[in-house]
């Protein structure tokens, strides 16, 4: 846990500020990779698709004119679509840095962009915390987190944030009247505990007193 502030300027009395960008580079690297990926192969199919173009010059009057022009055209379209998105996610990918509670509002900070802010009034604030684990862990080096995933009158945010501080925005959650509940599912199998876990919380809207 981080004391002080974020990038942001001075935070409110009593703001707790969890550092979470290690958890989080860990799982966007790989997520790069599967973007790189995509964007190499959506090259080679436009690649594919231009050079059929090329090598296979037609009019218009060619009995064989629809197909042979359908084909290389639909490679083209599909191949720069998966190379426009490859590019679009390293150049306006942002990554979280700190999630920051206070009894007002969560807030969190990306490496881009405005920060978001949660408040923990808000009537359509809702969201859920989940993981699963294998123990004993297959990866000791792999610290395990949550993905969090919340919405509320003002955005939404689907991000991955570490179990501490998941931990306190539980608390934080019952502290200020939501409602949380858990789900929590185990099975074991060859010498092994696989662990599914889920934490949903939401604010209870008051009833409509209005007659129906």
Not at 86 to 91: C, K, T, V
Not at 121 to 138: E, F, I, N, Q, W
Request: one cysteine or more.
């Amino acid at each position: 846990m981080m004391a002080g502030t974020m990038g942001t300027g001075p935070q409110p009395p009593g703001t707790e500020t969890y550092d979470v960008s290690s958890v989080w580079k860990r799982e966007a690297s790989s997520q790069r990779l599967l973007r790189t990926g995509g964007a190499v192969i959506g090259a080679a199919v436009l690649a594919l698709g231009l050079y059929l173009f090329v090598a296979n010059p037609l009019g218009s009057g060619h009995p064989n004119f629809d197909q042979r022009v359908t084909v290389p055209l639909a490679l083209v379209v599909l191949g720069a679509s998966f190379v426009a998105i490859g590019l679009g996610a390293f150049l306006f990918a942002r990554e979280l840095e700190t999630i920051a509670m206070d009894d007002f509002s969560m807030r969190l900070a990306y490496t881009k962009g405005a920060e978001q802010t949660f408040r923990w009034d808000d009537p359509g604030l809702k969201g859920s915390l989940y993981h699963a684990l294998r123990v004993p862990a297959t990866d000791p080096d792999r610290t395990p987190g949550w993905v969090l995933s919340c919405r509320g009158s003002r955005g939404k945010a689907f991000v991955v944030i570490t179990l501490e501080a998941g931990a306190a925005l539980v608390e934080h959650a019952r502290r200020k009247g939501l409602t949380v509940t858990t789900t929590r599912r185990e099975n074991t199998h060859m010498g092994y505990i696989s662990v599914f876990e889920l934490i949903r919380f939401h604010r209870n809207l008051p009833a409509d007193p209005t007659p129906r």
